[in-house]
């Protein structure tokens, strides 16, 4: 069985940065495999934050940003505000099928 | 603007079934697939697998036990999902989500989100 693993929690200053990874027991992960990041907040439904490793919606902040590191895929997030505080959960493609990450819960404090 | 309303909570008896819907609004509802996707509560999200709304095939996650199936009615822009033998680990919200992009080839991100639907089974 498949497993996409992701930091449980990671806490980040205000106007600090950090970067959460999503990794795959196949493998290194790679652009084939499509990494999507998306952002939940309490009571919400989820939304699509990155997709296609890189690619940015028109409501994505500049100050987030999707890549490839060390056979990961990576979601960095560069000065961050209290508002960014959030569950993050990458999605990745496999032939056909996808699976979700377990989800980072990131804490702003 | 796309939207998707999903229909309200449901209560169900174990072993029973459910359909939940999912209705499409405010863009053309055979040039997106339907993602399904659930959250137990307290867990994260979890993939069902996805409907094609021009063929209507579905493609179910890997794992799947068979009791899921998705459907359409394409003359009111609406996807459905049928859950049978309900388990108590079946409750949970379940989202469906507008695949944007080539969802047969895993290059689609799912935007818009439906706002949830509840489904509760008590033993």
Redesign the interface.
Known sequence: QTVVTQEPSLTVSPGGTVTLTCASSTGAVTSGYHPHWYQQKPGQAPRSFIYDTVRKHSWTPDRLSGSLHGGKAALTLSGALPEDEADYYCLLYYNGSRIFGGGTKLTVL | QAHLVQSESELRESGASVKISCKASGYSFSSNGINW?RQAPGH????L?WINTITGNP?Y???STGRFVFSLDTSVSAAYLEINGLQAEDSAIY?C?RGV?FC?D??C???P????SLVTVSS
Request: no cysteine; aromatic share 18%.
């Open positions: 996707v994260g999200l979890e993939w697998g493609t996650a890997q794992g989202y989500a992009g047969s895993g290059n991100y799912l935007d989100w439906g706002q949830g």
